[in-house]
């Protein structure tokens, strides 16, 4: 049934979808997460997450759990003291598991190392000795501004392991951007590589840095990996981390930190604006990662492999490949390269060469996966898969069931996490054994976690209603704060719902007739018209749904009768036949959107497009659409992954209008 609550609501509800699946009678038996973890956080919240925290080793036990008396600055397990590098690694030797694999790392060309615990403590530690040689301890920042291969992993907890504050930049941004990061929180030192493979050939990484290094005086040294083997300018700060490194005792003595000791920072762009640093410290994000790994992907650490395919720029990387799946002794997949190198199957070729159990991706590349065809998976044996996982977007019920059929064998629980950069770890999401999921809802808050749909006034929308997603109860991992910002942390997080003490997500959502949440985009990004709050994400949601159509973004143009009116942006499928782009194909296009929910929501305009405009991390950048919706010159590109994508989308406009 469709509601509509029509005109003031916050939000409007078009979009349903009522298809769930409950997990098999044997997932839900030998599911970490059973049904009574609800109930016992519910019970009592502070002891729930001290038992969590019990996960852990502590050097000291904390004395109090939790104290919000500083709102919005919270401190979690105070008191306490903790190394985290310890926690994720060496403790994991201690208790026998030394030759257990931790990382099986896939080089893009082809290459690939295998590194057990026992390596990785040796590594980190002789890391670690280099970090202290140079002068750096703890609260010093280091700039990480690397590819995925190994020594980034080896980089990043030898950070923890000094008590240092990593800050790592995506190896795809630019001097500029990497200058700038390194400015914000004055860092002393940058690690590096000479270059980087991409699509097959390698290119120099290091000029980057270089450049920026030039324009930021704080920097002492630049440790630099050899990767490509590619010639570089050598400069006075710079050293090989395989002359620096190499050569230092792989011995060294982890020191225990205090719990609210920073661990990094991570910038955040949104889509305009100077980036955010967003600080997270020690115990409570360790925390909330591990509970979060063991919990919504089931991990089994005797059993599976997991396989994450983020990049450590990203929080993604940080919480799901570094610290969540190390500190519960995971086996992991990490790949350097991009997913159609050398070949459209490259994933699922590395999930049968190490019989992937449990893979986390975002919906971009299912959706890019669509676009490429389901006879590519097809070719290879994924029924070790068991366990998929979603996080970045909200994922449009069509391209959840196409990942739940043509990867998971339809049967593998997919968990679809919401979580934030600032969030830290996971918040929203479907116990994989406990909850029947539902194509493109996350559902519910974890247990121990606060979250609510509210209306404009911060009052809680009733079931079917939609609003804003606030966060209603300080949780371990959350932000301590934008670095070096006070007033910025307390406006952008806190200033919206100041009165109820919520924290304000930026996310639209709603509740179904369950109690579900569904994710509705970026409140900025929704459309207007006239009088209906309308989310992209169900326009988007209902395009995909054509079996044309694999990727779709739309936006609010103005329009003088309406006051916005919806434009849809489409990428066709792979099978899609040639008439699929026609002025007959796009009229069925506004008429299913019409049908699936409601007239109100039929596109004004439908282009066929060859790309989306996206951000490094795959989130389609609305704001580039709405300026050539509007026939404006195109705002700024330097945020975007590709931007001859804005080109190829102006020419294609204009050599065919779809417009009736
Ligand atoms: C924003 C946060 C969390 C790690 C990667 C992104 C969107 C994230 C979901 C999801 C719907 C989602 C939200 C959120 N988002 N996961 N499962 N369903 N939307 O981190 O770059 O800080 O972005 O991503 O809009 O606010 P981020």
Redesign the pocket.
Known sequence: MTQSPGQGQALDNLLTESRTFPPSDEFAAQANAQPALYEEAKADREAFWAKQAERLHWDTKWTQVLDWSDAPFAKWFVGGKLNVAYNCVDRHVESGHGDQVAIHWEGEPGDSRAITYGELQREVSKAANALTSLGIGAEDRVAIYMPMIPEAIFAMLACARVGAMHSVVFGGFSAEALRTRIEDSACRLVITTDGQYRRGTPAPLKPAVDEAVAGAPSVEKVIVVKRTDTEVAWMDKDVWWHELVDSQSDQHTPEAFDAEHPLFILY?SGTTGKPKG?LHTSGGYLTQASYTQHHVFDLKPDTDVYWCT?DIG???GH?YIVYGPLSNRVTQVVYEGTPNTPHEGRHWEIVQKYGVSIYYT??TLIRTFMKWGAEIPAKFDLSSLRVLG??????NPEAWIWYRENVGGGKAPIV????????GA?M??PLPGVVSTKPGS?QRPLPGIGAKVVNDEGVEVPHGGGGY?VLDEPWPSMLRGIWGDEERYRETYWSRFAEQGFYF???GAKYDDDGDIW?L??VDDVMNVSGHRIST?EVESALVSHPTVAEAAVVGASDATTGQGIVAFVILRGGAGSDAGGADAIKRLRDHVAKEIGPIAKPRQIMVVPELPKTR?G?IMRRLLRDVAENRAVGDVTTLADSSVMDLISAGLQSGKSED
Do not use: F, H
């Open positions: 955040t967003i983020a990203w929080v993604t919480s975002a919906p979603s996080v970045g977007e909200p994922i679809d996490t919401w979580w934030q950069t600032e969030t996971i929203i999401s996350a997603l997500a930026g996310d994710l985009g970026r994400t991390s989130k």
